[in-house]
């Protein structure tokens, strides 16, 4: 039984099942698309905001000139970074220090891939340079090496956390575990294996090692400094440490952004593209749907409703179509996400953070009402040069008939 | 009270052709009038009626319903004409297809956004009047053409119009089920209500008040039926059982 106007909708909508199916259908892609372009959108930059925010260096400190492209220390400078740390970690505009200590490039294979590899030792506890790419997140451990993408890491990613399946890496004649890996990021970084510090100190003290390193050895310092207290920090330790070189990590910072905005101009282009092509298609479909319901439509003025309440209708028809025929491929798209969370890393190759599942909802409902009342505004175009013309000329057609 | 002067409505065919629909038309319809329209297919007759009831504006003349000149009426005006002075009965499209009967009858209703639960049991007293009692939950294909047509006068009087206006009610009927669509006509007219049918069939006259004649757009004839002095044909309308069901109504209500 009808009591309000939008049962007179529901009753529309149920008595062409095949055409509501195909109008639905329509929107679940629009729907889909526009969801996935969007909540990607927001992971990689989610992504390259942490980037920017905490794995960022705000100084770099290094004996020689460091090369910012590669993360790495222009390979044979060394210092004795005892006094360096002691002093960094009593200032209070110092927020997060990561000593790194480059070992060696080590011509060998891991995980299938062949090449040579730079071997780079961090500070497990404190190193802040790697975290955001890393694509378990686990710490590091004895005997265990985290590698770069190119370094065999974009094949390691297709099994990561697989317990199953363990990946050995041969270094200074000793097996190392793979412990993880890294997404790509465009730097020096894709191409390096990690291991712990204290590892490493046991290969320099091993008898194979034949490269001569003061005490204490380090390569570069990756300094986090308190928010506007970066000059004043970098100013400070000039004065102590004359003989050591200070670069600003800006520089980096931009790279990676550049690094990200083809991928970000690609979703946005494409969302622009489907919802183009989407208003194309309601067009469309809602230009044959009141033509075909003109007499209908002209029987309800007639006997008395306005334009608007005759309007509202098809608006809301187009609505519940729009609405729910994209929440339906939100939740498809999200489905997706949920589950086929590691393929899409793998494709993506790129440091991404999924949104948190409150925002997601908040964008899948946002989505979800734009749509509707995207499809809305394309019934609304579709009749109202209908609602233009005398409600006579609308029930005269089907007289003969 | 209706009146019509000097009505025309000139159609655009072509960019260059153009045709007389209606033609200096004056009428007067006065209320509890059964007026029948009648003139061949062509001659103006669904023109006419649109133009009376405010569907579309004259191209001259002017059409006056109870002292209001509609020209003056802005489209909100209008629309509360047909809503609540007219109550219009056409051929096509008679009912939504999507809607049961019952939904039909309460539709008006519904789509105007004044539907109230009691509105439920008048539409079903409406249905049994015109003899769908037991057809309401049916679809609008599911009925034979004239239970169609009896279902949009049920339509019609839910808005308890003043004045019911149907354009061909009796097109592509039999004879029996013309005639039973004209005697429930005739029986909301003895009930109080204005009456006008346009058709091109001549039984209409039979049972109006008035008689109109068009040809080619203009009135040709104007005046009283030979029915309303023969007195034989209102025992025979007033015999129909659904009259007596209005009488018996109408008396319920007057109590
Ligand atoms: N929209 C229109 N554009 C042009 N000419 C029209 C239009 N509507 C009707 N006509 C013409 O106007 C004349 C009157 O039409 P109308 O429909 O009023 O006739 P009618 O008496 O109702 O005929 P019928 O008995 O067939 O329903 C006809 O010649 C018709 O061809
Ligand atoms: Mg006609």
Not at chain 1, 65 to 87: I, Q, R, V, W
Not at chain 1, 265 to 290: K, P, R
Not at chain 2, 174 to 197: C, F, I, N, P, Y
Request: charged share 20%; net charge neutral; with cysteine.
């Amino acid at each position: 039984m009808i009591k309000k106007p939008i049962d007179i909708v529901k009753k529309n909508i149920v008595r062409f099942p095949r055409r509501t199916l195909l109008l639905l259908s329509s929107f679940m892609l629009t729907g889909f698309v526009l969801f996935s372009s969007i909540y990607m959108f927001q992971s990689v930059s989610n992504g390259a905001e942490l980037i920017e925010g905490r794995a960022g260096a705000d100084l770099i400190i290094s004996s020689g000139k460091f090369n910012p492209y590669s993360l790495t220390g222009e390979k044979d400078t060394y210092f004795n970074g005892k006094e360096l740390l002691e002093f960094l970690g009593k200032n209070e505009r110092i927020t997060a220090v990561a000593p790194q200590l480059y070992l060696e490039t080590i011509s060998t294979v891991c995980c299938g891939t062949e090449g040579n590899f730079p071997v780079v030792a961090i500070d497990p506890k404190n190193d802040f340079t790697l975290k955001p790419f890393q694509v378990l997140s686990e710490p590091l451990g004895d005997k265990e090496v985290v590698i770069g993408a190119k370094a065999g890491g974009d094949r390691f990613i297709f099994h990561a956390g697989d317990e199953q399946i363990e990946e050995k890496v041969l270094l200074f004649y000793e097996t190392y575990t793979v412990k993880d890996s890294l997404f790509q990021t465009g730097s020096g970084i894709d191409d390096t294996i990690y291991m712990s510090l204290p590892e490493a100190e046991n290969i320099i003290s091993s008898p194979f090692y034949i490269k001569e390193l003061p005490k204490n050895p380090l390569s570069a310092v990756f300094v986090q400094v308190d928010k506007g207290e970066t000059d004043k920090a970098a100013n400070e330790i000039e004065e102590k440490f004359p003989h050591l070189h200070l670069q600003f990590g800006n520089e980096l910072k931009g790279n990676l952004q550049q690094f990200l905005q083809p991928m970000k101009i690609l979703s946005f282009g494409v969302v622009i593209l489907v919802l183009c092509m989407n208003i194309l298609q309601v067009l469309t479909q809602f230009i044959g749907i009141v033509n075909e319901r003109k007499q209908e439509l002209g029987m309800l003025r007639v006997m008395g409703a306005s334009k608007w309440q005759v309007a509202k209708l098809m608006l809301l028809e187009a609505w519940l179509a729009g609405a729910g025929g994209g929440a339906l491929g939100i939740v498809l798209s999200f489905a997706v996400f949920y589950d086929q969370k590691d393929l899409i890393l793998i494709v993506i190759e790129l440091p991404l953070i999924f949104p948190v599942w409150q925002e997601a909802i908040l964008y899948g409902a946002g989505t979800a009402v734009f749509l509707g009342l995207w499809a809305a505004g394309g019934a609304g175009l579709a009749i109202r040069s209908l609602l233009k013309s005398p409600p006579f000329y609308l029930v005269q057609e089907g007289e003969s008939v | 009270m209706i009146e019509c002067i000097g009505l025309s409505k000139i159609y655009r065919v072509t960019r260059t052709k153009r045709l007389f629909a209606v033609k200096s038309v004056d009428l007067v319809i006065k209320e509890n009038t059964f007026l029948s329209l009648t003139g061949r297919s062509g001659s103006g007759k669904s023109t006419l009626i649109a133009l009376i009831t405010g569907m579309m504006p004259p191209t001259e003349g002017e059409v006056i319903v109870d002292g209001q000149k509609l020209s003056d009426l802005e489209e909100r005006g209008l629309t509360k004409l047909r809503r609540g002075y007219f109550g219009c009965i056409r051929q096509y499209p008679a009912l939504h297809p999507s809607l049961t009967v019952l939904e039909n009858v309460i539709l008006p209703l519904v789509v105007t956004s004044l539907f109230k639960k009691e509105k439920k049991c008048a539409a079903e007293r409406y249905l049994s009047q015109v003899g769908l009692g037991n057809r309401m939950d049916h679809y609008p294909k599911q009925l034979s053409g004239g239970e169609v047509r009896r279902a949009a006068i049920a339509r019609a009087l839910i808005m308890e119009p003043e004045v019911l206006i149907a354009d061909e009610p009796t097109a592509s009927l039999d004879r029996e089920s013309a005639v039973q669509v004209l005697r429930l006509l005739k029986a909301l007219h003895m009930s109080g209500k204005t009456v006008v049918v346009a058709s091109h069939d001549s039984l209409v006259e039979n049972y109006a008040t008035e008689q109109a004649r068009m040809e080619s757009g203009k009135l040709a004839y104007c005046g009283l039926t030979k029915y309303t002095s023969g007195q034989n044909r209102i025992k025979e309308a007033a015999e129909s059982p659904v009259l007596e069901q209005l009488s018996i109504d109408s008396e319920q209500k007057s109590r």
